[in-house]
């Protein structure tokens, strides 16, 4: 059997974790830990009924990252992030569906106005 190498095995590991964002929101300080981060919040606020995301999102996010100067290679690494979590995070819900509280719902609520309107500092 061959070695997995070291990406896919950071991957797969990535899948199993929960919460699914947390394997590349580790590095928050970087775009592709913001992403995760985001499609962590819009894929939770999905599940909770809390919201959705506009079409755009992913688009505008990525924009915003660059005005504060990602590079091509940063960019495309956020996007894979984001593509990447909400994906997994998508399957994990259907599997292991995670209820939520009401509380949980209001917060996600208020992230998804943050989120709609552009503002993507602490989504």
């Not at 569906?97 to 106005?113: S, V």
């Amino acid at each position: 059997m061959a070695f997995l190498p070291a990406g896919r095995a950071l991957l797969l590991a990535c899948f199993v974790a929960l919460p699914l964002g947390a394997c590349v929101a580790g590095h928050a300080d970087s775009a592709a830990g913001r992403a995760a981060v985001l499609a962590t919040t819009v894929s939770r606020a999905i599940a909770c009924k809390a919201g959705s995301p506009q079409r755009t999102t992913l688009d505008r996010f990525l924009a915003a990252e660059k005005e504060r100067g990602a590079s091509g290679e940063q960019l495309a690494a956020a996007r894979s992030a984001y593509v990447s979590v909400s994906e997994a995070e998508m399957i994990n819900q259907g599997v292991r569906p995670q209820p939520c509280t009401a509380e949980e719902r209001a917060a996600l609520r208020g992230k998804m106005n943050e989120v709609r309107a552009g503002r993507f500092e602490a989504p």
